[in-house]
Every structure is written in C-alpha cells, then in structure tokens.
C-alpha cells in the first residue's frame, strides 16, 4: 500500500456472518488526532485503521467517527488483510500502537492477530448490570477492557434487549454478554452504552477477553467464537499462556485513493 490509498474491508466474516466493517488507510503522518478523525467521520465506518510506515512495522491508530479507540481487533484484521492478502506484505507484521504491539499473520485463506490476553476478575453483579440485562446476568466479571457478563445460555444471548437507561447509571464503557454456545464453543455480543452505535457487530478486543474466559471454563486452549450481532461475526482464538491469537477470514469490498 503506498501513502493515500485505502481499502475498506469487512472482518471476522464466516458462516452467517457478515463481519464488521473497517476502512485500511496508509498515510504518511497519523500524528494529527484532529484530522484523522475528522476523516474517520468522513468515512463513517465503525473503524478507520490509519497505518503509517516503519522500519520494523507499522505505526497504527484506530478511530470510529464519536472519538480514537484505543484497542481495535476487527481494524487490525482489516489491515492485516489489506497488508498480506492484496498489499503483498509477506509478514508477519508488527502494528505498533500507545500501549504496545499486536502481530499480524497471513494464513492460507485467513489472516490472525496476537496480542496479550486480556484477563478478567469475578465480582457481585451490580444492581445496574442486572436491571440493565433483564434480570438474567448469573455471572459477573471485570476487566481493563470491557466487562463480562454471563447469562444462561446462547438463546438469552441473542434475545436479549438491553435497558440502556439501567446500563447509563454506571460510567462502565461497554459488556460483553456471552454463553456456551450449540454449534460454537461460545456466543456472544458486545454492549456499548455510551456509543452511538450501542452495538459492535465484530469486536477484536472482546474475543481476547472471551477467548481467556472460555478457555478456563471449558479447559481447552482452542475456541470457535461467534459474535451474535446484527451482522455476525465469526473468530477461532488460540490461547497459550498469556497470549491470545485471533484468526479470521475478511472480505474486500471497496478501494480507492483519498485526495
């Protein structure tokens, strides 16, 4: 990819799933956090991954159009794919962003990404976190990322409507519902009170919490993911130690050069 040119992708599709969608920008600066977001809005997708070339990688910022995220999974996908699958970057690929490095790698038909689990701790479930799910939370957990709420089973997962007014007395940024799933190992989706979307359609950064969770539970290291959203999302996560590696397929469906 040379500086200005873009792609725009949709990560974590599979079956049933349509994935997230994500544009891959290359620029020579991503310094300025006015205009990136001021282009972020412009292309209005839930992620715009700005990549700036590096001797040892790439420096990488991820904005959505209300502010700049600061862990973006289903962005990395993206510019892994844009990278290795149509960039011709052979890999594996060093994004290197405020808190630290994720690795990106091309696989015969997916792409994966690894970064450092992210670990949760059992707490009581919060009065607002029960109004906020319907009465239906049987676990609680929390985490520097998102928190973890667990329910019944995959049903009360997909059906679930959330009370956002119970969900807005607490300044908790986002939830990730989940439960075992029937023809994946778990199913889950991701909550965000305060966004203006209210609910992320694939989320990178969920599945390294969820992936660490599921694999204690049910004791294995390899997990099929599906994320019950509007769109769908679909991610196998690999866990060894403190490392989780998300591997997914993505789909291009847009590609231009900004002006």
Not at 19 to 33: E, H, K, P, R, Y
Not at 229 to 246: F, K, P, Y
Request: hydrophobic residues 40%; aromatic residues 8%.
């Amino acid at each position: 990819m040379k500086p200005g040119e873009y792609f725009l992708l949709s990560a974590f599709t599979g079956n049933q799933a349509l994935g997230n969608q994500a544009c891959v920008l290359m620029l020579d600066d991503i310094s300025d956090t006015e205009l990136l977001h001021s282009i972020a809005c412009d292309f209005n997708m839930p992620a715009t991954t700005f990549l700036r070339k590096r001797a040892d990688g790439y420096d990488v910022r991820w904005f959505a159009p209300d502010s700049e995220i600061d862990l973006c999974g289903h962005g990395t996908i993206a510019a892994t794919w844009a990278l290795t699958q149509i960039g011709g970057d052979e890999g594996p690929i060093q994004f290197h962003y405020n808190n630290g490095v994720l690795l990106g790698e091309k696989g015969r038909e997916t792409v994966s990404i690894s970064a450092e689990a992210i670990l949760s701790e059992p707490t009581s479930i919060p009065d607002h976190v029960q109004r906020g799910f319907q009465g239906q939370v049987v676990g609680y957990e929390t985490s520097p990322n998102k928190d973890l709420v667990l329910l019944n089973d995959e049903y009360a997962v997909r059906e679930l409507k959330p009370n956002w007014n119970a969900l807005r007395e607490s300044k908790t940024f986002g939830y990730v519902i989940t439960a075992r799933g029937s023809t994946h190992d778990c199913v889950s989706r991701v909550i965000l009170p305060y966004v203006s979307f209210l609910e992320d359609q694939a989320t990178g950064s969920a599945h390294m919490l969820l992936a660490s969770y599921w694999s204690q539970q049910l004791k294995k290291s390899n997990i099929l993911a599906f994320q019950a959203s509007q769109r769908g999302g679909e991610v196998i996560c690999d866990v060894s130690e403190t490392t989780v590696r998300l591997t997914a397929k993505a789909v291009p469906f847009g590609a231009g050069k900004l002006l």
